[in-house]
C-alpha cells in the first residue's frame, strides 16, 4: 500500500489562512466551547547540546497534533534563529497524519493571539501606548496580534540592543502605528504592556505601571526566570493558562509566591476569564502571564487545517 503524501502548510501559508484576529476568536470560541487547558497533555523539555528541544503533544476530540521545536540561544549571532521546527497534525479516529506545517509560524502566531485572547477582556477599552520589551518575532506578532483587537496610537520599544530594535522600530512604523526606541521608564503612561525577552529579572519597575493598564509576560518558561517583580504580581489581577502548568513554568508567578508576595490562590485562569467565571477587575494592574502550552498550539493547527 502506497502511503499518500502528507501536505506540508508552509509559514506564508500558515499566515494567509489565518489572521491574528482569526485566532483569538478561534481562543475565545474554544474555550467557551469546553477546551480545558487543565486536560492539557504534558509539555516535555530538555537540555540539549547548545540549547533545548521541546515536545508538545495535545489532543481534542477532532485532532491529534504534536509540536516539535528547538531554542538555540546561540543561533542569532550565526544569523540563524533561535527557535525552529515542526507541526505534525493527525485525525483522532484514526490517528492518521493529514498535515506537517512549519511550527515557528505557528509560534509565532499563537502566542501573541493567546496574549491578545487575555488582553481583549483585560485591557482598557482606549489603548494610546503600548511599551514592548524585545524586538523579536514575537514582539512583532504582539503588534500584529493586539492591534487586531485595539486602536493602538504608539509604540514604544525597549531593549537592550538599540540598534536592532529601531529596525523593528522602522518596520512598526512603515505599517502605520508611529513606534520610538524608549526606556524602562516609559511604562508609566502605557495601558498596554508587553515583555517578550530572555531576560530571567524583571525588566521594568512594577511599580510604574498604571492602575488600568494590561501587562502581558510571555518570554519565559522557567521557575528561576521571570520578566515582572513581585511586587507587581501582589497588586494586580493575575490570569495564567493553567495553575498546574504555571507550577512548572511561571517563574514570575512562582517567584512571587516564593518571595511571599502571593499565594496560588491569587491567580486565576484564561478558561475562568473567557467563560465568564472570573470578571476582570478594573480598580488595579490586569497580568496576563503565558509560557506556551500544547492546547494553543492545536487550536490554531486545527483552524489553519480546516481553512485550506
Known sequence: MTTPAIPWISADEVYRRVSFGDAVQAYHRDLRA???????????????????????????????????????????????????????????????????????????????????????????????????FGYGPQAWG???????????????????NKDRAQVLANQVTESGIPTTVGSADDVKDAQLIVAATTAREPVFDGSLAPIDSCVMAVGSHELDARELDSGLI??????????????????????????GAITLDHVSTIRELVTGAVEVDRTRTRVFKSSGMPWEDLVIAAEVFRRG
Open 34 to 132: 469546553g477546551v480545558d487547558p487543565a486536560k492539557d497533555l504534558p509539555k516535555h523539555i530538555d537540555n540539549v547540546h547548545r540549547g533545548q528541544v521541546l515536545l508538545m503533544p495535545t489532543q481534542s476530540e477532532e485532532f491529534l497534533g504534536v509540536k516539535v521545536v528547538t531554542v538555540a540561544p546561540g543561533n542569532p549571532e550565526l544569523g540563524l534563529e533561535r527557535i525552529q521546527g515542526h507541526y505534525l497534525l493527525f485525525d483522532t479516529p484514526t490517528l492518521t497524519p493529514i498535515a506537517i506545517m512549519d511550527g515557528v509560524a505557528l509560534t509565532t502566531l499563537r502566542t501573541p493571539a493567546v496574549s491578545a485572547a487575555a488582553a481583549d477582556l483585560l485591557a482598557p477599552e482606549e489603548c494610546e501606548h503600548m511599551v514592548i
Open 142 to 160: 504582539h503588534v500584529e496580534a493586539l492591534r487586531s483587537i485595539r486602536d493602538i496610537k504608539r509604540i514604544t520599544l525597549v531593549a537592550r
Open 234 to 259: 501582589a497588586r494586580s489581577q493575575v490570569i495564567v493558562e493553567d495553575i498546574g502548568h504555571v507550577q512548572i513554568e511561571g517563574g514570575d508567578i512562582m517567584m512571587a509566591i516564593g518571595d
